[in-house]
């Protein structure tokens, strides 16, 4: 069985940063652990994904010039960096992985196999 725990939620002001973890174990049979975040009122979105092999990114274009997502094999951890908040980033975010590759833009919540409890991010402006 896959365990996802995420931490680094919280309330930060706009314009601020804050690096989400995501402890993903054991990582050695998923293709990639990514995040995913849900507003109240809206559908469940795509933000990024880290792959295992070879550490290729993909980003939702919403976030893909302020946020960074990053893995560490040693620390079966997966990270998101998020750069110049916006409130529209407010939302739960959720740490998901997929046991395989399932095309090279994985937006979509049935891609993946196994999900985080979620973590609360605030953005005040």
């Known amino acids: 069985q896959v365990q996802l725990v995420e931490s680094g939620g919280g309330l930060v002001q706009a314009g601020g940063s804050l690096r989400l973890s995501c402890v993903a174990s054991p990582h050695t049979n998923l293709h990639g652990t990514g995040w995913f975040r849900q507003a109240p009122g809206k559908e469940r979105e795509f933000v990024a994904i880290?792959?295992?092999?070879?550490?290729?990114?993909t980003y939702a274009d919403s976030v893909k010039d302020r946020f960074t997502i990053s893995g560490d094999n040693a620390k079966n951890t997966v990270y998101l960096q998020m750069s110049s908040l916006k409130p529209e980033d407010t939302a739960v975010y959720y740490c998901a992985a997929q046991r395989y590759y399932s095309g090279s833009y994985p937006a979509r919540p049935v891609e993946y196999d196994y999900w985080g409890q979620g973590t609360q991010v605030t953005v005040s402006s």
């Open positions: 880290f792959r295992w092999s070879g550490g290729s990114t």
